[in-house]
């Protein structure tokens, strides 16, 4: 029965992104009605929409919902607790460095890649989003599982050297690993062509899930402590959820937090409840 239920909670985690990221999609599609944009402006587009969204959401959960004690003792999905630590300060140089890598980013992204118009039809975007997701956990797993190998381990300790995590740790990475792990997120676009208003959706959801992954909260898409246990043991949930590491057996079992907006982990825990009941 609990296997069924991690199995549930893993294929909710990726219902939740192929839905965000089709009803985000939608909104783009409605303020881009059938406007062809040069690739100067999509690439601007693009690297403006992954950059304030990163920023943005990264303050709301930082200054707003952290802010707030009941709040975030509500949604703090941490269990095992570490030392505090003092985060990465912003510099202008930091914010600077990191822009023009992003710009880069999508100016090359956007040129390797062929464009395609895909429409706004609800299924076809649904089913996009959902291979990409479960094809980019699975591509995540296998490249961050080969960074904790000794002779690769070099390019990914930037990225632990906080235990204590906060959502801006997210971004916290060597060149080389925003590198890598760029190609294997775009794989699929450079193979089946991107269109771009599901690349402005799926940089927003990908912002939201990974910064909310860093926070140590349980807000939307993350139902446990799973990547804060990957930061304090260093080994173990290697993907972006736990599906791919119980696959190849590498997980260490997170801490579900049931919450309304974690139905499975919600109901499992309510089950539970009625079992232990009928015990005694
Ligand atoms: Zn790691
Ligand atoms: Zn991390």
């Known amino acids: 029965m609990k296997k069924l239920f991690d199995f549930c909670c893993e294929v909710e985690f990726y219902l939740k992104i192929g839905i965000t990221c089709t009803i985000v999609q939608q909104i783009f599609y409605w303020l881009l009605p059938d406007i062809k944009l040069n690739f100067i402006t999509q690439v601007l587009l693009y690297w403006i929409v992954g950059s304030v969204s990163f920023y943005s959401l990264g303050l709301l959960i930082e200054k707003v919902i952290k802010k707030n004690d009941t709040l975030t003792d509500k949604l703090t999905a941490r269990v095992k607790q570490v030392k505090k630590q003092p985060f990465p300060s912003f510099t202008a140089k930091g914010i600077i460095i990191g822009e023009i890598k992003s710009l880069i980013a999508a100016l090359i992204i956007l040129y390797l890649a062929p464009e395609v118009h895909r429409g706004n039809s609800l299924l076809l975007n649904l089913g ?63 193979i089946f062509g991107y269109d ?35 930061h304090t043991c260093f080994k173990g949930n290697y993907g972006i959820n736990g599906f791919w590491d119980r696959v190849f057996n590498t997980l260490n079992p997170p801490t579900k937090k049931p919450g309304i907006m974690f139905a499975v982990n919600l109901i499992e825990s309510h089950l539970n409840k009625w079992l232990q009941k009928n015990k005694n």
């Open 128 to 190: 996009w989003f959902l291979m990409r997701i479960i094809a980019f956990d699975f591509g995540f797993y296998v490249t961050h599982w080969l960074f904790h190998r000794k002779s690769l381990l070099k390019i990914h300790l930037k990225h632990h050297e906080f235990s204590d995590t906060s959502s801006f740790v997210a971004g916290h990475k060597s060149l080389t690993e925003y590198i890598i792990v760029t190609i294997v997120e775009c794989l699929p676009i450079f």
């Open 196 to 230: 771009i208003t599901q690349l402005c959706a799926w940089t927003i959801i990908g912002n939201a899930y990974n910064l909310e992954g860093h926070s140590s909260l349980s807000i939307f898409f993350i139902p446990a402590d799973f990547h804060d246990l990957h």
